[in-house]
């Protein structure tokens, strides 16, 4: 397992290993006793897994609030996707601020995205499917959306903004300068 610090603390990137034979590969994707080794102690409860057709669909900005924030580890199960975490924690340094990683079927990494943060992505490739642990069960009633193309944010997505495939809830969202947002940071990271 490769683990990769990012520009905002808490994000990190982790690589499995894979070992590869004639046939393909095998990879443990999340092994939780080994992930503690790394200081990583997330009990994760629920996986979520989604299809989108069309290269250029735009899924998130989105996060549960507390007492249902979520912890995410995403990866991509076919395809290739880009996929953005915000730090959106009142009092972070790094406040709005987001980072960008390519994920794919290919490159087997996966992003670890904290409670705190904004997730989305956007597909690069036909028919491409997103994996995904939570750390908390869906929570309708707790689910916030800020608009993917924010400007006050400045995501570059590598797309046409216009152009992109949108649920009308997401084409609908506010800026994040329109929420409150219900995450504060701690002073640690
Ligand atoms: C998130 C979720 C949704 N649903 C149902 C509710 C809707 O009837 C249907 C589609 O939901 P939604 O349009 O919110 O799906 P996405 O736009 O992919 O939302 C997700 O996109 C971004 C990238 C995320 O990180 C979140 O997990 C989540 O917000 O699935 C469930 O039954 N359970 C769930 O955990």
Request: charged share 30%.
């Given at each position: 397992m490769n683990i990769e610090e990012t520009s905002l603390p808490g994000v990190r990137i982790l690589t499995p290993r894979r070992f590869g034979d004639a046939r393909g590969f095998f990879s443990e994707s999340?092994?939780?006793?080994r992930m503690a080794e790394h200081g990583i102690e997330i009990d994760f409860v629920q996986d979520n897994?989604?299809?989108?057709?069309?290269?250029?669909t735009v899924r998130g900005l989105h996060f549960q609030a507390p007492p249902h924030a979520q912890d995410k580890l995403v990866r991509c199960g076919h395809g290739r996707l880009f996929d953005v975490a915000v730090?959106?924690?009142v009092g972070s340094p790094t406040y709005g601020a987001w980072i960008g990683v390519e994920l794919s079927a290919e490159n087997g990494r996966?992003?670890?995205?904290?409670?705190?943060?904004?997730?989305?992505f956007v597909t690069r490739e036909p028919d491409t499917e997103i994996i995904y642990k939570c750390s908390d069960?869906?929570?309708p009633g707790t689910?916030?959306?800020?608009?993917?193309?924010d400007p006050g944010i400045g995501i570059d997505w590598g797309i046409d903004s216009a152009a992109a495939v949108?649920?009308?809830?997401?084409a609908a969202a506010p800026a994040l300068k329109e929420i409150e947002s219900p995450f504060s940071w701690d002073g640690m990271a």
């Open positions: 999340w092994n939780r006793k897994h989604s299809l989108s057709a069309e290269p250029g730090d959106v924690r996966q992003l670890l995205v904290p409670r705190g943060f904004l997730h989305g069960y869906y929570a689910e916030g959306a800020v608009r993917f193309d949108l649920s009308e809830k997401d």
